[in-house]
């Protein structure tokens, strides 16, 4: 199944100047770049984006995180791209993260983890519109 996926370069990934290093990753393992761009996150747009963590012990810190830089959000379609992208960036925490994954190779911890991932089709699709409209998204070739 053909499926839509949100990726999040989060702040560290901006900071580190790795955004072309991970969008190229991104791009080789075959995922079509619907669309994309730069912004910076509020506290209310990030702990909005992160609802469903609320009440976690790491939900305030990852609210500070997120807001606290510019990030890249990222609309991607491929087939079955859900897992297959969280297949690409690896693990949440990069020391549990596989050789060769986006986490493993670039993030410093479990919270500055480079990258979000959507969890299911469904999530895609809300997440997608949370950063974009439909008329931003242009057809994958
Ligand atoms: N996070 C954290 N500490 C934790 C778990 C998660 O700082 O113990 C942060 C981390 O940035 C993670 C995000 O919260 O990417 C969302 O957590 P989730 O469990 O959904 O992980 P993901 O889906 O991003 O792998
Ligand atoms: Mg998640």
């Known amino acids: 199944m053909i499926e839509r996926t949100l990726a999040i370069l989060k702040p560290d990934c901006v900071r580190k100047n790795l955004i072309g290093e991970v969008t190229t990753r991104i791009e080789k393992a075959g995922f079509k770049i619907l669309a994309l761009k730069k912004v ?31 990030c890249v959000p990222i609309a991607l379609e491929k087939e079955n791209a859900v897992a297959e992208f969280r297949a690409l960036i690896g693990a949440t925490d990069p020391k549990d993260a596989a050789p060769g994954t986006i986490r493993k190779l670039y993030a410093d911890n479990k919270g500055e983890n480079i990258v979000h991932g959507s969890d299911s089709p469904d999530n895609g699709k809300i997440e997608i519109n ?4 439909s008329k931003e998204l242009i057809d994958a070739q």
């Open 130 to 133: 949370f950063f974009f409209s």
């Open 40 to 70: 910076r996150l509020t506290k209310e747009s990030a702990g909005g984006f992160y609802a469903v963590h609320k009440g976690r012990p790491f939900y305030d810190g990852l609210v500070e995180f997120m807001s606290s830089g510019p």
